[in-house]
């Protein structure tokens, strides 16, 4: 495999990575694709919430996202730690064409095998536990959306900064499949056809992109030998467990509800957190993937040239997330009676408690994700992301028996909380620092510049 480099080791021959006019502009479009993509899987379908949750009720919500809480693990093996390292590495020197195929190539044979893998090991829990067997039929649905994980290499879109394309493919399909709810879904039962219309539209979705992205960026795949595929698993491998204990004190909060306490529980924090999930949709998928790129390239030029980026973007991120959560807060009981309706109000108090979540989760990405990854504390990152994982898992343990979905919805804010402060303390005891107020003059006069030329173009 070839070697990464070295990141203070400067890179000769390589414009200077700058927030120049065609960097913010490519940066611009790749925020509106990746919008697009991750937030329609769950925005179109928000569009048929007031019919759907009407017929089903609350515990068969409940239900459907327990499904695609439990299939989540199996995303998680199939992704590994490959998307942020390919990212990372392809980002640093992408016309390196035999960079670009060797690492395609590696990604996709690990992916390939990761989901036999994996579905190896949901055909044994599916079967053989009596819970899961109880619904075999809603999971199978839910992981067919797996195929599509393996195929759908957006992590090469993000590194090459080219995503455009993406939303349209996505757009045409899931609007196609989002409004055959509407056709299969005439009673309770009917229930499993949400998710199964949502796994069937991400395969299609990935199959286009797989496509697109061999003509466009013309690659060409070898399969890898087996050194190349233990090293690429080996060196990948803190990414992935890093990703494992994030996904234990971030995205098991569904997962463990629905195992110690009710469906219905599970459907009214389903509730409370979909809105609040669209803004963590924009903020670590899409601002946070159009963005690290850019940061790789910069850090891939040098330290203080990448921590130049974050700060830079550091408070106009945080103002905007700001905006967010308050206006989450205001709207909570108007969105859920109006979407939801009335057997969903305990979901209001849900919604206000994660509408802090959009300035948690775009800090834990610019102090983690952006600026401790590229740096390469990949271990620092994973001590902090597993004790969070720890306090998570007894935070639940204590509070989903007394207070059910309210207590999850305080332990998801605690922990984030917990995890910024980590990293902060982290990055300032290596000699980082992110937040200055110098920082915040420079990041106005970087926003005024930006806006007047808007109004010149």
């Known amino acids: 495999m070839i070697e990464e480099k070295v990141l203070d080791e400067p890179v000769k021959e390589k414009p200077p990575v700058a927030l120049s ?15 697009s993509v991750n937030v329609a899987n769950m925005l179109l379908p928000l569009l048929t919430v007031p019919y759907v949750v009407r017929i089903i009720g609350p ?9 695609q809480a439990y299939v989540a693990y199996f995303t998680l093996l199939i992704n590994y730690g490959f998307d942020t390292a390919a990212v990372r590495a392809i980002a640093a020197d992408r016309h390196n064409k035999s960079l670009v195929n060797q690492i395609f190539s590696e990604v996709m044979t690990g992916k390939a095998l990761l989901w036999v893998l994996s579905t190896i090991i949901f055909g044994a829990i599916t079967y053989f536990v009596e819970e899961f067997r109880a619904q075999w039929w809603l999971h199978v649905c839910t992981y067919i959306s797996c195929l599509g994980i393996v195929l759908f290499p957006i992590w090469l879109y993000q590194a090459m900064e080219d995503l455009g394309r993406v939303a349209i493919f996505n757009t045409i399909v899931k609007v196609l499949f989002t409004f055959t709810v509407f056709i299969f879904i005439r009673e309770p039962n009917d229930y499993i056809y949400q998710n199964l219309s949502l796994s069937i539209a991400q395969v299609l979705i990935s199959v286009a992109a797989f496509v697109v992205a061999l003509r466009r960026f013309d690659l060409t795949y070898t399969f890898p030998s087996f050194a190349q595929l233990l090293k690429r698993f080996k060196d990948d491998s803190t990414l992935f467990f890093t990703s494992v204990v994030a996904t234990i004190y971030a995205g098991s909060n569904t997962f463990l509800l629905g195992i110690f306490s009710t469906a ?19 903020v670590s998928l899409a601002l946070s993937q159009a963005f690290f790129p850019i940061v790789a390239r910069a850090f891939g030029q040098g330290k203080e040239e990448g921590l130049k980026v974050v700060r830079t973007i550091f408070f106009p991120v945080v103002v905007l997330m700001t905006l967010i959560t ?13 979407f939801y309706g009335d057997q969903f109000e305990e979901a209001v108090v849900v919604l206000r408690i994660v509408s802090i979540l959009p300035i948690t989760l775009g800090l834990n990405n610019l102090l983690g994700v952006h600026t ?14 597993a004790l969070a994982s720890i306090i998570s898992l007894g935070l639940n343990a204590l509070l989903i028996k007394q207070l059910g979905h309210i207590g999850v919805s305080y332990s998801w804010v605690i922990t984030e909380i917990f995890v910024i402060m980590a990293f902060y ?17 420079e990041a106005l006069a970087f926003s005024k510049e930006r806006i007047q030329s808007f109004r010149q173009r």
């Open 21 to 35: 006019k065609s960097t913010m502009k490519r940066f611009a479009i790749n925020v509106a694709s990746l919008f």
């Open 59 to 67: 515990e068969r919500l409940g239900l459907l996202n327990f499904s």
């Open 264 to 282: 219905y529980s599970v459907g009214i924090f389903s509730a409370g957190t979909r809105i609040a999930g669209i803004t963590q949709s924009f």
């Open 326 to 338: 308050i206006g989450l807060y205001i709207i909570a009981p108007l969105f859920i009676h109006l």
């Open 372 to 385: 401790m990854i590229n740096l390469r504390m990949d271990k620092a990152f994973f001590r902090i992301s």
């Open 425 to 441: 303390v982290h990055l300032r005891s290596q000699g980082i620092q992110v937040v200055k107020l110098a920082y915040l003059r």
